[in-house]
């Protein structure tokens, strides 16, 4: 998951969350939707990233937390807890920036792309020949 319900209370505070996700009014946040919706918002934003990158990434980039929590708010609302525009308009812009990102026209900040970047545990060697079709010296008929 590329966010967490911490990081959805920091972003829209607690009262948000609590009216997105408190369908038995209890006055609490669900921790179980939330956490159903970011695993959902994740698995939405890995459908984009896979195109370039593999997936789950790590370390996730903020802005990708950032995009995550914005799905998974829209996908909240409902219900008690209506749309409004501001809550579509960040969506959008969460999956255009995903779009673009796949489309190769922005990046994840710190991530390189596969073929790029460090080599670090791979190793290449040159060795000797060991099987020849010629015949072994010494051994011709």
Not at 55 to 79: E, F, H, K
Not at 88 to 108: F, H, N, S, T
Not at 131 to 140: I, T
């Amino acid at each position: 998951m590329y966010a967490t319900l911490d990081d959805m209370t920091a972003v829209f505070g607690l009262d948000e969350l609590v009216a997105i996700t408190d369908r038995d009014h209890t006055d609490a946040v669900d921790a179980g939707l939330a956490e159903a919706a970011l695993t959902r918002a994740s698995s939405e934003a890995d459908s984009y990233l896979a195109r370039r990158y593999a997936v789950p990434v790590s370390p996730v980039p903020p802005v990708l937390t950032a995009a995550v929590c914005d799905i998974a708010r829209y996908r909240l609302t409902g219900g008690p807890a209506s749309e409004t525009d501001p809550i579509l308009e960040r969506y959008r812009q969460a999956i255009k920036w995903l779009e673009r990102v796949a489309d190769g026209k922005a990046d994840l900040p710190g991530l390189s792309l596969p073929g790029q970047g460090s080599t670090a545990g791979v190793a290449f060697s040159t060795g000797r020949r060991v099987f020849d079709r010629r015949p072994a010296r010494g051994n011709e008929a």
